[in-house]
């Protein structure tokens, strides 16, 4: 596993343990580094480590655009209540938004990022919802690109 694909599952692990333990609160800079911190010490994944670093950019400025990043997989998830999303596959397609809309990472490696990470931990249908709301993310992307 590279490095990029090991820090996005420890980030959708540290973000589907926070889920848990938030109870709708935001949780401050120092909460989160520390919930990812506790994911990656079974791990035995360093502070100082570009996988950390990578999954820690990822948790802080997810939680810092998270409010923006849900109204667009509201958006877009058609015929689908928010809260009925699987925590896991809400979780996986936070981080996906959040590297299309405020990263320079192409959107066909976040795509397929998200879903091969969904293949591996979450139900058989997860990884066909993810890519038919991420696929219409990038489609409208594109769109206002172009406009």
């Given at each position: 596993m590279?490095l990029r694909r090991k820090?996005?599952?420890?980030?959708?692990?540290?973000?589907y343990?926070?889920?848990?333990?938030?109870?709708?609160?935001?949780?401050?800079e120092?909460?989160?580094?520390?919930?990812?911190?506790?994911?990656?010490g079974y791990?035995?994944?360093g502070?100082?480590?570009?996988?950390?670093?990578?999954?820690?950019?990822?948790i802080?400025?997810?939680?810092?655009?998270?409010?923006k990043?849900?109204?667009?997989?509201?958006?877009?998830?058609?015929?689908?209540?928010?809260?009925?999303?699987?925590?896991?596959?809400?979780?996986?397609?936070?981080?996906?938004v959040?590297?299309l809309?405020?990263?320079?990472?192409?959107?066909?490696?976040?795509?397929?990022?998200?879903?091969?990470?969904?293949?591996k931990?979450?139900?058989?249908?997860?990884?066909k919802?993810?890519?038919?709301?991420l696929?219409?993310i990038?489609?409208?992307?594109?769109e206002n690109?172009?406009?």
């Amino acid at each position: 596993m590279g490095l990029r694909r090991k820090g996005r599952v420890i980030a959708v692990q540290t973000l589907y343990s926070l889920e848990y333990l938030e109870d709708g609160k935001e949780l401050d800079e120092a909460e989160l580094e520390s919930g990812l911190a506790d994911i990656t010490g079974y791990k035995d994944i360093g502070k100082g480590s570009k996988v950390f670093e990578f999954a820690l950019e990822i948790i802080l400025n997810l939680s810092a655009n998270r409010k923006k990043i849900d109204e667009t997989i509201i958006k877009h998830s058609k015929n689908w209540s928010f809260d009925r999303i699987a925590k896991l596959d809400l979780c996986i397609l936070r981080i996906a938004v959040y590297e299309l809309g405020f990263t320079t990472t192409a959107p066909a490696i976040v795509m397929n990022e998200a879903i091969e990470i969904s293949k591996k931990y979450c139900s058989e249908s997860s990884g066909k919802f993810i890519n038919g709301i991420l696929n219409a993310i990038s489609n409208e992307i594109k769109e206002n690109e172009v406009s």
